[in-house]
């Protein structure tokens, strides 16, 4: 069964390129570019995980975790932070609201990135 993964990401090309290496694994992606629908496919369907950007339109991204984890039916979702932001305050915020992982994008490739979301799953 293929696992669903929502990738959550205003940078167009970045999240294309991660939902090609996801489908080259055999997940299935979709992506949002916002915050606010990517909460709202969440509460509508079912993600075995979710890739989230912190700088998003609307909403920002730990606005978004943390109404994930606020929210009985899908707290259980991992949620894997993928951001610019890479100070320790915010990384430390990050993973205090619930996320699963914690990964700046300058410091790791797509594949890396990859290895991580099969690391999470696998657990």
């Known amino acids: ?42 509460e509508e369907e079912s ?3 979710v890739i989230l950007d912190l700088l998003l339109p609307e909403m920002d991204g730990f606005e978004v975790l ?10 259980h979702i991992p949620v894997l932070i993928l951001s610019n932001l890479g100070q320790k305050e915010e990384i ?16 790791f490739t797509p594949n890396e990135i990859i290895e991580k979301v099969k690391t999470i799953l696998k657990s």
């Open 92 to 107: 430390k915020r990050g993973l205090e609201l619930g996320a699963t992982d914690y990964l700046v994008k300058a410091n």
């Open 1 to 42: 069964m293929e696992r669903k993964i929502l990738i959550i990401e205003d940078d167009k090309f970045l999240a294309q390129l991660l939902a090609k290496k996801l489908s080259q694994e055999n997940f299935q992606s979709l992506i949002t570019p916002t915050g606010e629908e990517g909460l709202k496919r969440i």
């Open 47 to 49: 993600f075995d995980l």
């Open 66 to 75: 943390e109404k994930i984890k606020k929210n009985e039916k899908i707290k």
